[in-house]
């Protein structure tokens, strides 16, 4: 059994260890108010966009959809992959990660695939594992706004017109709640209309001419969708840190028991020999 002193020390840090998880769930669980207040009010916005898109897309002529609707040979694939950029916050960045690999071994196997990258813990692994990584934006958390967010989707979309990419795809972690998220694989360019026309339940009148409302719409659509994919997982990420903390702060608090019930064992014994050993000294004075 190991000496009173290394228990000691052990419950000691194990208590420092469990006042900072305690800290650290306290301030995501703040930020996660912030975070979920931001998605939950972007997300019918975004979703009402988006919608309306895809049924305008299914009313165009291929011609009038523009550059942003191209259907080419899949040759050249972008992965924009988001996760975070601090760790501590349990296999959130680690299954971007590894389903961001699925798809490039699995469903682009033929193709030659890039990754943009959203998010340190990402940039810093597949630079690190030799992947194709085309840029970094691992700034944009600093200062999450539509205005940041929509510069590096125009990026995007420039690189797409030029054909430099022929299909761009979004993975990152949906918010569900502060327990779970949602990997999400979401198709960004080319754009996509309605599977089908009985998705469509709009009859548009345009004004001034589609190819106009076109040239407008998608953009700021494309701006949109990447700005909640954002938004979305740095609600997730919060949640996913809050749940890791509060998970670390109570296994900590088991451990913390059971050293100290260890401790107190040990002490146990200590003063039983120490009285043994009193007992024995006094009987072999009086013999």
Not at 219 to 242: I, N
Request: glycine share 6%.
């Amino acid at each position: 059994m190991a000496n009173l002193k290394e228990i000691r020390l052990r419950i000691t840090s194990v208590g420092s260890t469990m006042q900072i998880t305690s800290a650290m769930k306290m301030v995501s669980a703040a930020k996660l108010k912030r975070a979920q207040d931001a998605i939950i009010q972007m997300r019918p916005y975004a979703n009402k966009l988006t919608e309306l898109l895809k049924n305008l897309s299914a009313s165009l002529d291929s011609s009038d959809g523009g550059v942003y609707t191209q259907e080419r040979e899949i040759k050249n694939v972008l992965l924009v992959t988001v996760t975070s950029n601090r760790g501590l916050c349990g296999g959130f960045n680690a299954y971007i990660m590894k389903k961001a690999k699925a798809l490039i071994n699995e469903e682009y196997a033929n193709a030659n695939v890039s990754i943009l990258s959203i998010g340190k813990k990402s940039s810093e692994h597949f630079t690190k594992n030799g992947f194709n990584v085309a840029s970094t934006h691992d700034a944009l958390f600093g200062g999450l706004t539509f205005d940041n967010v929509a510069i590096v989707a125009e990026g995007i979309m420039e690189q797409f017109v030029k054909g430099d990419y022929d299909k761009v795809v979004l993975v990152y972690n949906q918010f569900k709640n502060a327990a779970t998220q949602i990997i999400m694989t979401e198709n960004f360019l080319p754009v996509q209309a309605a599977e089908n026309n009985s998705e469509i339940v709009v009859d548009y009148i345009f004004e001034p001419t589609k190819q106009e409302i076109v040239e407008q719409l998608i953009p700021k659509s494309l701006k949109t969708q990447l700005f909640k994919a954002v938004l979305d997982s740095h609600a997730a990420e919060h949640g996913a840190r809050m749940t890791a903390m509060h998970k670390a702060t109570d296994n900590a608090s088991e451990l913390k028991k059971d050293l100290t019930l260890t401790y107190n064992k040990a002490r146990q014994a200590a003063i039983t020999n120490e009285i043994l050993e009193i007992v024995g000294g006094a009987e072999a004075l009086s013999g």
